[in-house]
T-cell receptor, first 110, second 115 residues
């Protein structure tokens, strides 16, 4: 039930773009994205509902393909503050809780 | 300020002792959750509660117990039966939005070390 995230880690230079993927083998109702800084709690970024919607948060956007049970997080023109571990949390149809992937560690360097 | 508080931030215990982690929220959220995070790992669900006086086991409930006597509070007890209790524990709560959506927010976490 745990979604699979890829890549596991990525290093970017400031200003570069990145894509983080999240896929599930179960029918999903929603996908939630979080960013966690080292030693801190995850911070909610956005939620996507089935229907293929896209959302945006500053220069971070995401999409959800319900047919493929996949979501992608797009980080454009990365900033140093984007560094952290990104988690996707998936909510299956009819469920009341999230299943989290193992995370993607993003490091942005000057 | 509305939010989720967990205390203490760091907790040290001797093996064989039970320990209770506090989680309080003043967001008026109905649902609350407990997760465990190990280094380099994702979040694993321990217990969750949708309403007062009701809770369900998550994926790794063995060795843990919870109570939900008040809407604002969802304490987690790590018992001596938990074989590897050292971890970062995160409490969360969620609010229901229109269209069946819900948003989940996390507290600052408690880092438990058992020696």
């Amino acid at each position: 039930q745990q979604p699979v995230q890829s890549p596991q880690a990525v290093i970017l230079r400031e200003g570069e773009d990145a894509v983080i993927n999240c896929s599930s083998s179960k029918a999903l109702y929603s996908v939630h994205w979080y960013r966690q800084k080292h030693g801190e709690a995850p911070v909610f970024l956005m939620i996507l509902l089935k229907g293929g919607e896209q959302k945006g948060h500053e220069k971070i956007s995401a999409s959800f393909n319900e047919k493929k049970q996949q979501s992608s997080l797009y980080l454009t023109a990365s900033q140093l503050s984007y560094s952290g571990t990104y988690f996707c949390g998936t909510c299956q149809t009819g469920a009341n809780n999230l299943f989290f992937g193992t995370g993607t560690r993003l490091t942005v360097i000057p | 300020d509305g939010g989720i508080t967990q205390s203490p931030k760091y907790l040290f215990r001797k093996e064989g002792q039970n320990v209770t982690l506090s989680c309080e929220q003043n967001l008026n959220h109905d649902a609350m959750y407990w997760y465990r995070q190990d280094p380099g790992q994702g979040l694993r669900l321990i217990y969750y509660s949708q309403i007062v006086n009701d809770f369900q086991k998550g994926d790794i409930a063995e060795g843990y117990s919870v109570s939900r006597e008040k809407k604002e509070s969802f304490p987690l007890t790590v018992t001596s039966a938990q074989k590897n209790p050292t971890a970062f524990y995160l409490c969360a709560s969620s609010r229901q939005l229109a269209g069946g959506r819900y948003e989940q927010y996390f507290g600052p976490g408690t880092r438990l070390t058992v020696t």
